[in-house]
């Protein structure tokens, strides 16, 4: 069992920032056991979208709408995984979800609940 605990949300004024951070824990020894780590988001009436993303090697993704201005990295040390927001626009309002992906024989793919992220003008 894989846990992923989101946190970092909150509400901001356009062009403020935000850095979620998302913790693994459970029966794994460090995030290298995931093959790829990410954040999506939804709001409301709209399907969730992939945001950003990260592999086990450091290679990111990001959607065309942030890039520029939100920044995956990992920190292994704390088995966590942190979105820095910046230049925050009010479309960028939804819930955030962190998710884990491990391919293969020992395939998992894990989400945490959730966090709210509300961008005012």
């Known amino acids: 069992q894989v846990q992923l605990v989101e946190s970092g949300g909150g509400s901001v004024q356009a062009g403020g920032s935000l850095r979620l951070s998302c913790e693994a824990s459970?029966?794994?020894?460090?995030?290298?056991?995931?093959?790829?780590m990410g954040w999506y988001r939804q709001a409301p009436g709209h399907q969730r979208e992939l945001v950003a993303s990260i592999t086990s090697g450091g290679r990111t993704d990001y959607a065309d709408s942030v890039k520029g201005r939100f920044t995956i990295s990992r920190d292994n040390a704390e088995n966590t995984v942190i979105l820095q927001m910046d230049s925050l626009k009010p479309e960028d309002t939804a819930v955030y979800y962190c998710?884990?992906?491990?391919?293969?024989?020992?395939?998992?793919?894990?989400w945490g609940q959730g966090t709210q992220v509300t961008v005012s003008l």
């Open positions: 459970g029966l794994i020894f460090s995030i290298d056991y995931f093959h790829y």
């Open positions: 998710n884990a992906k491990r391919l293969g024989v020992s395939a998992l793919d894990s």
